[in-house]
């Protein structure tokens, strides 16, 4: 598929690649996301406010994640890896790039599928994912404890005023990069809207955006993302 062997691909995925299996979109801004208001069920406060509305939140949307499946776009990226050594980074916290087949994956804001305690996986400790564990698509409790100090389980998300611990990797990775794709995603929302800035001079750029934004020195294939792929892996060649 290209003329040198194995090179570095990168991928920077958003909501957008998701929403062609049924998953809803992440609104910022202040907007809805699922018709909450994003500050109540996608920031650190929110927590601390109200727990149980976060805790049902997110128990819904693993029980929906759930019943969705991968997508073409998200089998395609998966199918690179034939022929580029490719790297995931993605704002989603669901888990269809690992069910596609994708093998290294970096996940910016968290996996909702993942639970931690609240005192784990902190600067204290180091971002320890010792106490961090899968429960699929189930469904955690007020009451529910976890961890040395048997503290309250919470979402394995990076809430809005919390840290991005992966941000460095995700940044190292784009730096190395020979050819970025930036899929599903505005880059509005910070850090991640930093990272194609990292992209070397080599480094060939595409973004996969419906919507006419300005692509500025990327290729920009203006369709959605199951057949944006399709037009980027035959610009491949």
């Known amino acids: 598929m290209s003329p040198s062997p194995h090179p570095r691909l990168v991928v920077l995925s958003g909501s957008g690649i998701s929403a062609e299996s049924g998953l809803s979109t992440f609104r910022g801004g202040g907007g ?5 208001r994003v500050e109540d069920v996608a920031s650190i406060e929110g927590w601390h406010r109200n727990p149980q509305l976060m805790l049902d939140f997110y128990n819904q949307m693993r029980e929906d994640l759930g019943h969705r499946v991968p997508n073409e776009a998200h089998r395609l990226i998966a199918g690179l890896e034939q022929d580029f050594r490719v790297t995931v980074i993605t704002q989603n916290v669901d888990n269809l790039h ?13 996996e909702v599928t993942k639970v931690r305690p609240e005192d784990c996986y902190t600067e204290r400790d180091g971002y320890s994912l010792e106490f961090v564990r899968d429960i699929g698509y189930g469904s955690i409790a007020l009451g529910d404890t976890g961890g040395p100090r048997h503290r309250q389980l919470r ?11 992966n941000i460095e990797a995700a940044a190292r990775e784009v730096s190395a990069a020979d050819i970025l794709l930036i899929i599903g995603t505005s880059l509005q ?3 991640a809207a930093g990272l194609s800035a990292y992209a070397p001079a080599r480094c060939k750029k595409y973004v996969i955006d419906p919507a006419d934004i300005p692509a500025r020195d990327a290729v920009h294939i203006q369709d959605v993302a199951t057949s944006g792929m399709q037009q980027f892996i035959r610009m491949l060649g």
């Open 32 to 36: 809805l996301w699922n018709n909450h």
């Open 98 to 110: 690992e069910r596609a087949g994708s093998s290294h994956i970096i996940h910016l804001h968290g």
């Open 155 to 165: 979402p394995h998300i990076v809430f809005f005023g919390e840290a991005v611990p």
């Open 189 to 191: 929302v910070y850090p």
